[in-house]
Nanobody
Framework: QVQLVESGGGLVQPGGSLRLSCAAS????????MSWYRQAPGKQRELVTV???????SYIDSVKGRFTISRDSAKNTVYLQMNSLRPEDTAVYYC?????????????WGQGTQVTVSS
């Protein structure tokens, strides 16, 4: 059984910062890419950023220069540092990871953490 547990969401004023964490646990043989998605009210879930196991990262245009994804492979943890937050960043943020357990590779989701940017 594999679990992804997120933490770090909350309420922040525009221009503020938050750091999200997502820790994977269980019978993990290898973690491939790890990513963050977000879903705002009334909108579809969108991919925000991804980091592959070699360390290469990519971001959607609206967060480039403001968000930074990183990972600690020894801790099976991915982070999302969010700076210069805007009201339009308000959403539930989900982590996702492609994980090999034995011969099988599957995608796993965290439970989501709310980020609200408001004055």
């Amino acid at each position: 059984q594999v679990q992804l547990v997120e933490s770090g969401g909350g309420l922040v004023q525009p221009g503020g910062s938050l750091r999200l964490s997502c820790a994977a646990s269980g019978s993990i043989d290898r973690i491939y890419d790890m990513s963050w998605y977000r879903q705002a009210p009334g909108k579809q879930r969108e991919l925000v950023t991804v980091i592959v196991d070699g360390g290469t990262t990519s971001y959607i245009d609206s967060v480039k220069g403001r968000f930074t994804i990183s990972r600690d492979s020894a801790k099976n943890t991915v982070y999302l540092q969010m700076n210069s937050l805007r009201p339009e960043d308000t959403a539930v943020y989900y982590c996702n990871a492609r994980i090999r357990v034995g011969p099988t590779i599957n995608g796993y989701w965290g439970q989501g953490t709310q980020v609200t940017v408001s004055s």
